[in-house]
């Protein structure tokens, strides 16, 4: 095959669109290996523009990981927005990678990133504009292989008409594995009818889901089971996992871009993995267990990468950083560092709630104080005992009674409307705390800007609530008017919210099962693509296709699931038991609480005791402040103090 | 100290933006830890000021920034080093210090040399309307501005304006626009002569004093010798490939990413009189 640069005829097409600079590469750290007969070539697609794609951890590490070894070699695309996209079909140019410019069609494997479901019709545009068939199906020997990963693969079924496989859990070791198997198909020669066996042979590496080699049969509307087609293909797909981070000192060359990107600034991953147990968080359920990296590593990749990129901003990678046993020395291993010259700022993207973070958050934001987020998710504590997020009312107005005594002048507060249970006590228990926040912040300052953030509940695959009958549009929309109505006079507070018809097309493509593939098709056909942007979504393209193909929305995404119920990711593994997740459902209802496994005895998820893994955790004891639970007295949960009950005449409350 | 910088911009860097070289320059001083001078204040910036920005899409080898410094360095060897933590295709050309009480770029930066490509017409209507305008008494166009329509006659603006040639991609115009008290920019000329710009090809900045025209860089530079010697013993930036493989050793069978696939021809043009 001809390796050419597409270059020459992008060029002429840059000139016509919105911020060109995103289809140039160019970006300081990036390097690929040349092609080349022995060297299997990946092209990493991160179905979203290149603004919110570069920064991708994940990408990074496998692009830098794929070009170091001998057999492969890695480049980038991003999905081109809509007036670049025009521009490529009219002149008949393909899909491109950034790097070299090359045709996305020249690759062995065409890789997607899936953060989030609103991609999914993204996904289906790539595959097309790269000039192969959308379905897998009607490709031949001659077409690469499209591969997804990711958090969306642990339910991979609604884009299975359209990935050849689907890589579940993390990506580190089984891109090996992958390339592997397909330098072999490649050295074949790709013979006609190759491609089955192929994909056959990919089924069988550990992590691997090739949905073709799967059956799929219905009851009705019903699921009745997903099954393999042949004796050697895994009834029950497990999740990769890395049992030590120390190993993966990636990414060691991390992008810095030409242009303005979503989080742009150098960021080291501190641990992988959650076991905070927050019900409702995907992320949290399909990482355990907690894999922290060495501290002195932490500090290593800071200083170094500061040093390499020329980034006056470092970010402490997890899904909750203040957790991290070697924060304290991370952090003022950076603050006193005299490279630095005090000019370097760090952030911490998820903040604990409690006065110790904002302890460590002043200390390392000595410069630009702007604004602090803590996530609460709900307005009272009986909600979030249901949510298994314990976070106590005190807990939250020491946080933000010491962030705007220290100088910040903006908090941002994230909350879930629509969780299981929710009373309307529970969502204006939201106004009361965001305002009983603008309060303590008036002690300080004299126009504190308080920002409660409201997105709309979407039950996720492989989380106790993966069971929950999803909220329906019109009862989100009545929750975030019952708070736009009690918050109307407060002018301390801001209140923002997720468009409750978003929400309803996640839910779709979140629980659905291979049905729905046809669905995102139509969507996509209908000219829906960047469905993430509020400017391109339309509700109507997605309740049309479900009406054309006979699928109710009722059905997918409002109905509460039955424990005996077929799920369509039951063939996917995460390492958790089902019936740990249906306990914890459970639970929930009930109103309990789980603590942080880390720090107290093991209620057997399934994760470690399965896999044969552990909690690489540093620190034996809880971090200050306690988490979750441990090391709190959880009885006061739900007091408020009698000072911040609320004073000013005509508040309703 | 205050030093001023002059740099190129050519290749596909030239599709980022005016602010997109601001942070390029903030990201190479750290690196090469330039001890720059830092506003106080709430969100401390570096001191940093440019001349007038360059359109994205635009190249360059008439580029320049002023920058402040905490403590005084040496010159000597500077602009090399800042080339070699820049990105492909910027690449730092001369580096002088600036007398106190100098002028700002903007203020003192009164006309620019351009050529520019055009497409849209051919050689025959680009010249008689090129004929048309250098014979023009005045040229009055109206653009939008704020919203509403500003009528002005740009005609006193034009400096110079050559005939047109055969360029490598459509009619090559060579041209010297004013900056102030009212600037023109490439786009404005060429939409002016009906055409559509291509690109645009930034060789100068004058400043005009006394009768006299000077370059932004005070002379004697001291690691650059004239900006159009610079430009040709460099063969063009993208090509300086040797110098990029010492910053970025190749390891582990892995090559530094393409270099700038720009043709050389577009660089050799660069000789402008």
């Known amino acids: 095959m001809v390796h050419m640069t597409l270059w020459p005829r992008i060029e002429p097409l840059l000139a016509k669109v919105q911020k060109p600079a995103r289809y140039i590469g160019c970006e300081d750290g990036a390097r690929v290996a040349p092609p080349g007969p022995g060297r299997v070539g990946w092209l990493l697609v991160y179905p979203d523009t290149y603004e919110i794609g570069l920064p991708n951890q994940g990408l990074q590490i496998l692009y830098e990981i794929l070009n170091e070894r001998d057999d492969a070699r890695a480049e980038r695309a991003y999905a081109p927005w809509s007036d670049l996209e025009a521009e490529l079909r009219a002149a008949r140019v393909p899909l491109f990678s950034v790097d070299t410019h090359r045709p996305a069609g020249e690759f062995d494997l065409i890789a997607f990133n899936l953060s989030a479901e609103l991609v999914y019709t993204n996904v289906v545009n790539c595959i097309d504009l790269a000039g192969v068939p959308v379905r897998a199906a009607d490709r031949g020997p001659e077409h690469p292989l499209v591969a997804a990963g990711g958090h969306c693969t642990y339910n991979p079924e609604p884009l299975a008409d359209f990935v050849d496989l689907f890589v579940i859990g993390d990506g580190e070791e089984v891109v090996a594995e992958i390339t592997e198997v397909v330098g072999e198909w490649k050295a074949s020669g790709r013979t006609p009818g190759s491609r089955q066996a192929v994909l056959r042979e990919l089924s069988k590496v550990v992590g691997v889901y090739v949905p073709s080699m799967y059956d799929v049969e219905y009851d009705g509307p019903a699921l009745r089971a997903i099954t393999p087609r042949h004796p050697d293909v895994p009834a029950r797909v497990e999740k990769r996992t890395v049992a030590d981070l120390a190993e993966w000192p990636y990414p060691k060359r991390q992008l810095v871009p030409l242009t303005e990107v979503v989080h742009d600034r150098l960021n080291v991953e501190v ?33 170094e990468g500061l040093k390499r990129t020329g980034y006056d901003e470092v970010s402490l990678t997890s899904l909750s950083t203040a957790d991290f046993s070697g924060i304290e020395g991370v952090v003022a291993g950076v603050i006193n560092d005299p490279v630095n010259c005090g000019q370097v700022s760090l952030s911490l993207p998820s903040l604990r709630v409690d006065a110790f973070t904002v302890g460590i958050a002043s200390q390392i934001q000595q410069v630009r104080r702007t604004g602090l987020t803590f996530a609460p998710e709900g307005g009272t504590w009986r909600i979030r005992q249901v949510i298994n997020k314990l976070i106590r009312e ?100 801001t209140l ?121 955790v540093a620190s034996a004891v809880p971090p200050a402040g306690g988490s979750q639970g441990t090391g709190q007295d959880l009885t006061t949960g739900g007091r408020v103090p009698v000072a911040l009950l609320p004073t000013r005449a005509g508040v309703a409350s | 100290m205050k030093v001023r910088f002059r740099f190129a911009k050519q290749g596909k860097v030239r599709f980022t933006s005016h602010r997109d070289v601001a942070r390029m320059w903030e990201r190479a001083f750290r690196r090469v830890q330039l001890p720059v001078s830092y506003s106080a204040g709430f969100s401390p910036r570096p001191k940093v000021s440019f001349g007038l920005a360059l359109p994205t899409g635009a190249e360059s080898v008439a580029e ?6 905490t403590e005084a360095v040496v010159i000597d060897g500077l602009a090399a080093t800042l080339t070699a933590a820049m ?183 660069a000789s402008f009189s």
């Open chain 1, 271 to 303: 641990f992988r993995g959650c076991t905070r147990g927050c019900r409702f968080c995907q992320a949290g359920m399909i990482t355990r267990p907690v894999r922290e990296r060495p501290a002195e590593q932490v500090r290593t990749m800071v200083s």
């Open chain 1, 394 to 493: 005190e807990d939250l107005y020491e946080a933000v009674e010491s962030a705007f005594s220290q100088g910040w002048r903006r908090v941002k507060l994230y909350f879930l409307a629509g969780v299981p249970t929710e009373q309307d006590v529970d969502t204006l228990g939201i106004a009361t705390l965001a305002r009983a926040c603008a309060e303590i912040g008036r002690r300080h300052t004299k126009s504190p800007q308080v920002t409660a953030s409201v997105g709309g509940f979407v039950p996720k695959p492989h989380t106790p609530f993966q069971w929950f009958g999803q909220n329906t549009v019109a009862e989100l929309t009545r929750k975030i008017n019952l708070l736009r109505d009690d918050l109307r006079r407060e002018r301390g507070v």
């Open chain 1, 496 to 616: 923002r919210w997720h468009d409750p018809k978003a929400t309803l097309a996640e839910g779709i493509a979140s629980r659905g099962d291979r049905r729905i593939g046809r669905v995102i098709e139509d969507v996509w056909r209908a000219g829906g693509t960047f469905q993430e942007w509020s400017e391109q979504f339309d509700i109507g393209r997605w309740e049309a296709a479900m009406a054309r193909h006979g699928l109710s929305i009722d059905w997918y995404v409002h109905r509460h699931r039955t424990e005996d119920e077929v799920l369509p990711w039951d063939h996917i593994s995460a390492g958790l038991h089902k019936d740990f997740l249906w306990d914890d459902w459970q639970a929930a209802l009930r109103e309990s609480g789980v603590p942080d496994c880390r720090w107290t005895p093991c209620y057997d998820c399934g994760v470690c005791t399965g896999y044969g893994i552990e909690h690489v």
């Open chain 2, 64 to 69: 320049y920034l002023d920058v402040d410094l």
């Open chain 2, 87 to 269: 990105p492909v295709g910027v690449d730092v050309l001369a580096a002088g210090e600036l007398e106190a009480g100098s002028g700002s770029l903007q203020q003192e930066v009164t006309s620019c040399t351009w050529s520019i490509d055009v497409g849209g017409l051919d050689l025959g209507q680009a010249r008689a309307r090129a004929a048309g305008v250098v014979a023009a008494a005045e040229l009055v166009v109206t653009r939008e501005r704020k919203g509403s329509p500003v009528t002005d006659d740009i005609r006193p603006a034009i400096l110079s304006l050559a005939e047109p040639q055969p360029g490598s991609s459509g009619i090559r115009i060579d041209c010297e626009l004013a900056t102030q008290p009212r600037g023109l920019r490439p786009s404005e000329l060429v939409e002016a002569l009906g055409g559509g710009l291509l690109t645009a090809f930034r060789h100068a900045q004058w400043i005009e004093r006394d009768g006299a025209r000077w370059e932004p860089i005070p002379l004697p530079a001291t690691d650059a010798t004239h900006e159009k010697d610079a430009t040709h013993d460099r063969s063009g930036p993208g090509l300086d490939r040797a110098h990029r493989d010492t910053r970025t050793p190749a390891t582990g069978g892995a090559v530094d990413h393409p270099a700038v696939d720009h043709p050389a021809a577009t660089v050799g043009s």
